[in-house]
């Protein structure tokens, strides 16, 4: 699949409650580890796609993009079991890693690099952010919700429309998934501190900071060009 058209989409996974309630310190300790861990796996898998020259065709694109994916949205929205859950978690993250691969391979290293850098310290400053600006991020929910559909639709166009592939759209689109980042933790930060929970989030997090990886990627990739 082309680097052009590579798009994931972001979740929610917030609003519940639960039994296995824990401190705060356990909740972001346990959010830290299995957010690492899964862009830590993706990685592994993205470069062991590399290695073996995978090349997604259209059936292995909707199983590893859509269909496994899903349902470990599904597994990890719908599970009261903070392992279940993380299993979800998996789900998501290994397939993206088989997908990522090919994309990330038609950039060169220095652009990788620096694109993850770039990620990286968007990411920490966003989720701070969303720590200490609150109030800001409270009110900005339905604006993002609304944004995120408009570049759906923009992308979806983007596959069949070539002349739509506008660098302005991949400024717009990281963004977007900055500011995701930004309120997913402000969320985080107000829902109940159980396991469960603490596991869920990082299914939204991961997925706005795959996002933004792809976006910077895509700018820089074409800054080189």
């Given at each position: 699949?082309g680097?052009?058209?590579?798009?994931?989409?972001?979740?929610?996974?917030?609003?519940?409650?639960?039994?296995?309630?824990?401190?705060?310190?356990?909740?972001?300790?346990?959010?830290?580890?299995?957010?690492?861990?899964?862009?830590?796996?993706?990685?592994?898998?993205?470069?062991y796609?590399?290695?073996?020259a995978?090349?997604?065709?259209?059936?292995?694109?909707?199983?590893?993009?859509?269909?496994?994916?899903?349902a470990?949205?599904?597994?990890?929205?719908?599970?009261?079991n903070?392992?279940?859950?993380?299993?979800?978690?998996?789900?998501?993250?290994?397939?993206?890693?088989?997908?990522l691969?090919?994309?990330v391979?038609?950039?060169?290293?220095?652009?990788?690099?620096?694109?993850?850098?770039?990620?990286?310290?968007?990411?920490?400053?966003?989720?701070?952010?969303?720590?200490?600006?609150?109030?800001?991020?409270?009110?900005?929910?339905?604006?993002?919700?609304?944004?995120?559909?408009g570049l759906?639709?923009?992308?979806?166009?983007?596959?069949?429309?070539?002349?739509?592939?506008?660098?302005?759209?991949?400024?717009v689109?990281?963004?977007?998934?900055?500011?995701?980042?930004?309120?997913?933790?402000?969320?985080?930060?107000?829902?109940?501190?159980?396991?469960?929970?603490?596991?869920?989030?990082?299914?939204?997090?991961?997925?706005?900071?795959?996002?933004?990886?792809?976006?910077?990627?895509?700018i820089?990739?074409?800054?080189?060009?």
């Amino acid at each position: 699949m082309g680097k052009n058209n590579f798009q994931i989409v972001s979740t929610g996974v917030f609003d519940r409650r639960g039994a296995d309630k824990v401190s705060a310190h356990t909740f972001y300790g346990v959010m830290a580890i299995v957010l690492v861990w899964g862009l830590g796996l993706t990685a592994y898998f993205a470069h062991y796609a590399i290695q073996i020259a995978f090349i997604p065709s259209w059936t292995s694109l909707i199983v590893l993009g859509l269909v496994i994916p899903i349902a470990g949205i599904f597994v990890a929205i719908k599970s009261k079991n903070p392992l279940l859950s993380f299993v979800g978690y998996n789900m998501i993250v290994i397939p993206f890693g088989f997908l990522l691969g090919p994309v990330v391979n038609q950039y060169s290293p220095d652009v990788v690099r620096n694109a993850f850098g770039m990620t990286a310290a968007i990411s920490l400053s966003m989720g701070m952010l969303g720590t200490i600006y609150p109030k800001f991020f409270s009110k900005i929910g339905g604006f993002l919700f609304m944004t995120l559909i408009g570049l759906l639709i923009v992308r979806i166009l983007q596959l069949f429309i070539p002349g739509l592939d506008l660098t302005i759209i991949d400024y717009v689109a990281a963004g977007l998934f900055s500011l995701y980042i930004g309120y997913d933790m402000y969320r985080a930060n107000n829902m109940p501190k159980t396991l469960n929970n603490a596991v869920s989030v990082c299914v939204d997090l991961y997925l706005d900071i795959i996002n933004l990886f792809l976006n910077i990627l895509r700018i820089m990739g074409k800054g080189k060009k």
